[in-house]
Every structure is written in C-alpha cells, then in structure tokens.
C-alpha cells in the first residue's frame, strides 16, 4: 500500500522568504509524485508533477520539487515567496495510470506581510 | 474546454434525507474519481471509475455511500439516510487513462451540510 506523509499541517512564513512544504510518501514500487495547490474558496489545480528523468521539477508560479527516491521524499521549494502564494499544498502519489492516488492532509501555507 | 463541473454547489439537507450528488468530467477521461473534504481536513479518497466500473470501492465510508456512472460520462454520488458526520465538501476528478499518470482535473465540489 502507498501513503503519503505532510508532516507540517501549517507553515507561517514571511514575504520573500524561502520556503519548504515536506512531502514524504511510502510504497514498495515505482510511484509518480504531484503537488496540488487550493487557493481559499477555490478548487484544487495541479502545481508540478514528477514521472520520469530529471529529479527536479519546475512547477507554476515559481514553485519546484526534487524527487529523492533514497529518502523517499519530493519537498516543494520556492526561493521567495508572495503574499498570494497563501494557500493549502497537497502532495499526491500514484503507482501510475489506473491506479488509485493517495493526498497527503496537507499544509496550509501562511504567507505573512 | 470546458472543465470538470459539479451539481449542485451547495446542498443543505435534513438528517435521514438521501442525496445525490452529480460530477460531470471533462470529455474523453476515462478515470473519474470522488474525494470528501472534511473541514480543515485533507483529501479522503471514496471511489474510482475506470470507464464505467469501479475498480476501487475501498473509500466508501458505509452501505449508505453509493455511485455510479454511466456512458463513460457523468457520475453520481448517492448517499442514503445523511448523517451530520456526512457534512463535508465533496469533489470529483477526472483524468485521462493511460500515459497520463492520473494527472487529475478537480471540480469546484459540492458543499454539503446536513442540520
């Protein structure tokens, strides 16, 4: 069975700093990672995703992930955060096509003035 | 295109009362996918269409969760005799099937409260 780990539930952080949402996932095979964003009020829209090559993967809105299959991890970066970026970040893993995917609870991203 | 849409938005029903819940997928995906949100809460997987069958019932919380979809298309959520711990906001996904890895296209959900 695939599970997906978000340990931090809510990270504050100030405009125009970094920051790093912890993604950590388990599964006894190959599995294709995404991050998820939901805005206040909105739906969810898909940030990046990690199938295949390159283990880092750049997203929208500046964000990106590295996949780091020894640690079993893919974090979310972004350098320096706005004010907009506030929102709910949920990572996603799959074992591929057809196949069922698993959210994390998420993390609720406060960007502070 | 047009993208995954929901019915209703909002759903206020009495304790007891059965509800049905409408997701229509972007056209040409095959996956469809039914998720509750919780207040403050995360994703909570309920059921998975591959075409029209589910492969994948385990999510669904009680016999008084049920779906269905038909035509390779639109998909109801039914759930019979709601309960408060019902009240939640539940999406649906859709996805296309092979060499897409479930990259999933979510719907603005449909709120649901149950007095």
């Known amino acids: 069975a695939q599970s997906v780990t978000q340990l931090d539930s809510q990270v504050p952080v100030f405009e125009e700093a970094p920051v790093e949402l912890r993604c950590n996932y388990s599964?006894?095979?190959?599995?294709?990672l995404f991050w998820y964003v939901q805005y206040p009020n909105q739906g969810l829209q898909l940030l990046l995703k990690?199938?295949?090559?390159?283990?880092l993967v750049k997203g929208i809105n500046g964000f990106e992930a590295e996949f780091n299959k020894s640690q079993t991890s893919f974090h979310l970066r972004k350098p320096s955060v706005h004010i907009s970026d506030t929102a709910e970040y949920f990572c996603?893993?799959?074992?591929?096509?057809?196949?069922?995917?698993?959210f994390g609870t998420g993390t609720k991203l406060q960007v502070i003035p | 295109g047009a993208g995954v849409s929901q019915s209703p938005s909002n759903k206020v029903t009495e304790k007891g009362k059965d509800v049905e819940l409408r997701c229509d997928p972007i056209?040409?995906?095959?996956?469809l996918y039914w998720y509750r949100q919780r207040l403050g809460q995360g994703l909570e997987f309920l059921i998975y269409?591959?075409?029209?069958?589910?492969?994948?019932k385990s999510g669904l919380p009680s016999d008084r969760f049920s779906a269905e979809r038909t035509g390779e298309s639109v998909s109801t959520l039914t759930i019979q005799r709601t309960q408060q711990e019902d009240s939640a906001v539940y999406l649906c996904?859709?996805?296309?099937?092979?060499?897409?890895?479930?990259?999933?296209?979510f719907g603005p959900g449909t709120r649901l409260t149950v007095l």
């Open positions: 990690y199938l295949s090559g390159s283990t």
């Open positions: 996603a893993v799959t074992k591929g096509s057809y196949q069922k995917v698993t």
């Open positions: 056209s040409g995906h095959t996956a």
């Open positions: 599964s006894s095979v190959s599995v294709y």
């Open positions: 269409f591959q075409g029209n069958s589910a492969p994948d």
């Open positions: 996904a859709s996805s296309l099937g092979a060499d897409h890895y479930n990259e999933q296209f």
